[in-house]
C-alpha cells in the first residue's frame, strides 16, 4: 500500500491564481480530511469528508473547496489563492470518521506571493 | 471550544533518559486521543491512539495514558535516543456526537532533542 499521498510536494502560486492539491488514499478509509500546518498555530482542519458524496467544513474553510466523487480521492481547490494561504498542508484518511487512527500524507508546501 | 496545550513547548535530553511529556485539553467530553509524531519537513506518524474509554496505551518503549476527568494526557519515553528527536504532536477527536465527531484537534507540539 502505498498509504496517503499528495501532489505536488512543492507549490509557489501568485495572488489571485488557482489550483488543486491533489490527496488520495488506497486504503478504502471512508473517512478523509485536510489540514493546514502554520508556525504556532499549530494544524488546523479546513474540510473533511465521511464518504464519497459527502463534505463538510472545518475550522477554517474560507477561500477552500472540497469534493468527494471517489473513495480514493479528495482533491482541495484554492480558488483566488491570498498570501495568508501560505502553508503547509496535510491530508489525512481513517476507516470510518472517530474510532480509529488517521494517517497522513507527506504533505504540501505551497507559498502564494 | 475545545484546546489543547502542550507543555514544554521544547524539551532537550542526555541519550538513555526516561521523559514525560504533557497534554491538557479543555473539554473532557473527547472521543480518543492521539499521539503523533512530525520528523522536520515530514508528514505526521501516527504512536499511539487511546480511546476515550481507555487508560493506557503502550507501544515499544511509548507509553501513553489518558485521564479524562483532568483533561489530561502523558506521553513516556523510555531510553530515549538521538532517534526519538522529533516534534510530538498530541490531538484531542471531538467528543461531539453530531458531525463533527472525531474530527481532530491538535496541540501546538513538544519538540523534542536527545542528545548523544
Known amino acids: 500500500n502505498a498509504g496517503v499521498t499528495q501532489t505536488p510536494k512543492f507549490q509557489v502560486l501568485k495572488t489571485g491564481q488557482s489550483m488543486t492539491l491533489q490527496c488520495a488514499q488506497d486504503m478504502n478509509h471512508e473517512y478523509m480530511s485536510w489540514y493546514r500546518q502554520d508556525p504556532g498555530m499549530g494544524l488546523r482542519l479546513i474540510h473533511y469528508s465521511v464518504g464519497a458524496g459527502i463534505t463538510d467544513q472545518g475550522e477554517v474553510p474560507n477561500g477552500y473547496n472540497v469534493s468527494r466523487s471517489t473513495t480514493e480521492d479528495f482533491p482541495l481547490r484554492l480558488l483566488s489563492a491570498a498570501p495568508s494561504q501560505t502553508s503547509v498542508y496535510f491530508c489525512?484518511?481513517?476507516?470510518?470518521?472517530?474510532?480509529?487512527?488517521?494517517?497522513f500524507g507527506p504533505g504540501t508546501r505551497l507559498t502564494v506571493t | 471550544k475545545q484546546e489543547v496545550t502542550q507543555i514544554p513547548a521544547a524539551l532537550s535530553v542526555p541519550e538513555g533518559e526516561n521523559l514525560v511529556l504533557n497534554c491538557s485539553f479543555t473539554?473532557?467530553?473527547?472521543?480518543?486521543l492521539q499521539w503523533f509524531r512530525q520528523d522536520p519537513g515530514k508528514g505526521l506518524t501516527s504512536l499511539l491512539l487511546i480511546q476515550s474509554s481507555q487508560r493506557e496505551q503502550t507501544s515499544g518503549r511509548l507509553n501513553a495514558s489518558l485521564d479524562k476527568s483532568s483533561g489530561r494526557s502523558t506521553l513516556y519515553i523510555a531510553a530515549s535516543q538521538p532517534g526519538d528527536s522529533a516534534t510530538y504532536l498530541c490531538?484531542?477527536?471531538?467528543?461531539?456526537?453530531?458531525?463533527?465527531?472525531?474530527?481532530?484537534?491538535f496541540g501546538k507540539g513538544t519538540k523534542l532533542s536527545v542528545k548523544p
Open positions: 490531538a484531542v477527536g471531538v467528543g461531539d456526537y453530531g458531525g463533527s465527531q472525531g474530527n481532530l484537534i
Open positions: 489525512a484518511s481513517s476507516w470510518v470518521q472517530g474510532a480509529y487512527e488517521q494517517y
Open positions: 473539554d473532557s467530553a473527547i472521543y480518543n
